[in-house]
């Protein structure tokens, strides 16, 4: 099963990169709110048409504006767990998970035994004559999967699955959730939670403002963040800057000396915060970049403190409670930040 | 509480002058039960001919997106501040047997003739009352979540399907209210039936009519009647409170 999508589609003023191929796996779509991203998942069920270009899913063309091709959502056997779910609120539980195969002429008695088949399979055999206004978050996002995945759709989206839960319930329900996804079939699923992307996803495409900015494995984004958003949301330092002869210029003028000296031109440049020292006064020894700064912030994360400095070089640094607390860190003081030239990453841009 | 009083004195007037023991006698008098049975007969056409043809102008308004929506509802509206009397004189006007617009060719070809004739009444009546009904369910159907008929779409439901399983199911309250708001309003229709219908007992003369004529002859049945529509009015009322009161059960 492979879905192959290359095209655009306008809402509001955003034009929105439909750019994603996805085979037997699952593809986490990952962005900030208004990115795009449940306009791509819409595209992909047929609810919001191309503008330009074509999704195609193993081989049957689904959309393409320039042939005049449009496959209705009802033709198209794409799944959908919509964000807050959307269960039908006049239907019971059992009702909802069969709506999709009496909709498609499976008779009432087998729709029936097969959607208590599929509320079983999610662990909610008991509540097949509940109305959803009886259930919880977590069981309303059960039988919105049951319900979707009852038509046996060959492609299967979900719009941030885990957003209206509580946080209890999330760590419960994404647990269950990678263990249904887990079954062949491609699906995509949006979410702005790198840990929902890091534990249900084989694979990370990030949308911000409407552009595929990277794809990957989150652990490759991880290592190396092609913007701000992605950096901040893997807890990374992340600029952009200009290399050559083992120096990189940054846009505020501040240069930083690196060990890499293939990589020239337009680059990025991530640090890991573990990777940068805190001192009183800028030391001497193998450390080669400095830069001086005042500290806005100190988080405590157990028995690791998060500082962030401000200063020519933003950055965030992650130190020992010990340490933090032998320098005496709190915002306001000043403080130089150390970062050895082998520890940062320089990948073009 | 001036008011207040001003609602209230007439409903107490209205109660207080009934013959209470005659109320039962008068109503049962063959004049009063014809126009009685007339009036729910009618208006209940009328309500429904309002449905079937208001939904379709409820999605329009609620759903469509082109130039001249507003002046599509302004039109709906129209009958709802035109006095009913010039509604009869634009339904003869339009419908009229010898010199109306499309009458004439209505009554040639089949042998339609709205003058005269309950099917005036329905019509004159469906003229006042639609725009309640329009106006209800667009309301209704603005509320509504547009991703419930995706979510059924996605589900493998047409157009059809959806629309009768979903939307429907959903607009349900709305489409109540509206049915009700429209039926009250057909069962008290007076200017327009009495000028493009006219009053020919047994065929045309609803209850308001018959109140209006009962009057001079026998107030008392003119009263008896008179507390029949409003009885009807308080029930409406009353079923609609969660609607309007933010009463909760």
Known sequence: MTLVAAGTARVGALDVAVDLTVADEIVAVLGPNGAGKTTLLRTLAGLHPLDTGRITLDGTVLDDPAAGVFVRPAHRSVGMVFQDHVLFPFLDARENVAFGLRSRGVGRREARRRADDWLARVGLADCATARPDALSGGQTQRVALARALASEPRLLCLDEPLAALDAQARVEIRRALRRHLAAAGARVLVTHDPVDAAVLADRVVILEAGRVIQTGTMDEIALRPRSTYVADLVGCNHYRGVAADGRVTLAGGATLVVADRTVTGVVHVSVHPRSVGLHREAPGGSSRNHFAGTVTDVDGLGDRVRVRIEGAVPIVAEITAAASTELGLAPGHGVVASVKATEITVYPA | ?249
Not at chain 2, 78 to 93: D, K
Not at chain 2, 105 to 132: C, R, Y
Request: proline share 4%; aromatic share 10%; hydrophobic share 55%.
């Open chain 2, 1 to 249: 509480m001036l008011g207040a009083a001003f609602f209230a004195l007439p409903l107490l007037g209205l109660l207080q002058q009934a013959a209470w023991s005659e109320v039962v006698r008068d109503l049962g008098s063959p004049e009063v039960r014809a126009a009685l049975r007339l009036s729910l007969e009618c208006s209940l056409w009328a309500t429904a001919l309002a449905t079937v043809l208001g939904v379709p102008v409820a999605w329009v308004l609620a759903r469509g997106q082109f130039r001249g929506r507003s002046l599509l509802r302004a039109l709906v509206l129209l009958p709802m501040v035109l006095p009913p009397v010039v509604g009869g004189v634009a339904l003869l006007a339009a419908f009229g047997r010898t010199n109306g617009l499309v009458g004439p060719w209505l009554f040639d070809t089949f042998g339609i003739q709205f003058t005269f004739s309950k099917t005036g009444v329905v019509l004159a009546e469906t003229f006042v009352a639609m725009p309640f009904l329009v106006l209800t369910v667009e309301g209704g159907w603005r509320a509504l979540d547009a991703r419930y008929e995706d979510a059924a779409a996605t589900l493998g439901a047409g157009r059809w399907t959806t629309f009768r399983r979903v939307t429907l199911r959903l607009l349900g309250p709305s489409l109540a209210a509206g049915a009700a708001l429209a039926w009250a309003r057909a069962l008290g229709e007076f200017g327009a039936t009495i000028t493009f219908a006219g009053n020919v007992e047994g065929r045309t003369r609803t209850t308001p009519l018959a109140v209006y004529l009962l009057l001079e002859t026998h107030p008392g049945a003119a009263l008896a009647l008179s507390l029949v529509l409003l009885a009807v009015s308080v029930v409406v009322l009353v079923a609609l409170r969660d609607r309007w009161f933010g009463v909760r059960r």
